[in-house]
C-alpha cells in the first residue's frame, strides 16, 4: 500500500460489510484499492478491493462495493466512520471544510453533520443544478442513470468536485 492509502486508514482496524460488498477494480494511475476483503474459503481465498480511490483529471472519486456504507447503521460499526471522514478529508484537500451534499442521502447528511462535517441533502430532482455548490457528492444508486447524466457528473470531477459512488454486491 502506498503512503497515502496508510494516511486513510490510520486508526481504521475495521469497518461493517454492508448485505454482500460487491468488488470494485482499481484501474488506471490514479486508482487504488484503499480496503480489500476476501473472496472465497481457506487457502483458495483471494482479496478483492470493495473500497477504492481514484484521481480523475482535477476531481477525485471514492467507490464504494455496496450502498450500504452510505447508511447511518453501517456508520455506527467498528471503524467505518473515521474511514468516511478520511475519505472526505482525501477528497478535498484544499478546503478544511469541505461542502458535501448527500442525494438523496438525508440520513446520511445528518449523521456527517454529528461528526462536524458540512454536510447538506440534495433533493433527486434537483442535484444536476446542486452539485456544482458541494466540494463533495454522495451518489445513490440510481445516479447517474444515461448518458446525458454522465456527462454532468464528468463536468463537475473536470472542475475540481468529488463523488462517492456505490454499487449493490
Do not use: M
Not at 500500500?1 to 486513510?8: D, S, Y
Not at 484501474?27 to 472465497?40: E, K, L, N, S, T
Not at 433533493?123 to 445513490?140: G, L, S, Y
Request: aromatic share 6%; proline share 7%; with cysteine.
Amino acid at each position: 500500500r502506498g503512503g497515502e492509502v496508510e494516511t486513510l486508514l490510520q486508526g481504521v482496524h475495521a469497518i461493517a460489510a454492508p448485505g454482500l460488498p460487491g468488488t470494485v477494480c482499481a484501474q488506471g494511475a490514479g486508482a487504488q484499492v484503499v480496503i480489500d476483503a476476501p473472496v472465497g474459503n481457506g487457502t483458495a481465498a483471494q482479496r478483492q478491493g470493495v473500497v477504492e480511490i481514484a484521481r480523475l483529471g482535477k476531481g477525485r472519486a471514492v467507490l464504494f462495493g455496496h450502498d450500504g456504507y452510505f447508511d447511518p447503521a453501517s456508520l455506527q460499526k467498528a471503524d467505518t466512520t473515521p474511514l468516511l471522514l478520511h475519505l472526505i478529508q482525501w477528497a478535498a484537500p484544499q478546503n478544511a471544510r469541505p461542502r458535501v451534499g448527500g442525494i438523496d442521502h438525508p440520513q446520511l447528511a445528518d449523521e456527517l453533520k454529528k461528526n462536524g462535517v458540512n454536510a447538506v441533502a440534495i433533493d433527486r430532482a434537483a442535484w444536476r443544478t446542486a452539485i456544482p455548490e458541494c466540494n463533495i457528492v454522495f451518489f445513490p444508486l440510481s445516479v447517474p442513470r444515461d448518458d446525458a447524466e454522465i456527462a454532468v457528473v464528468r463536468r463537475y470531477l473536470d472542475g475540481g468536485g468529488a463523488a462517492f459512488l456505490a454499487g449493490t454486491g
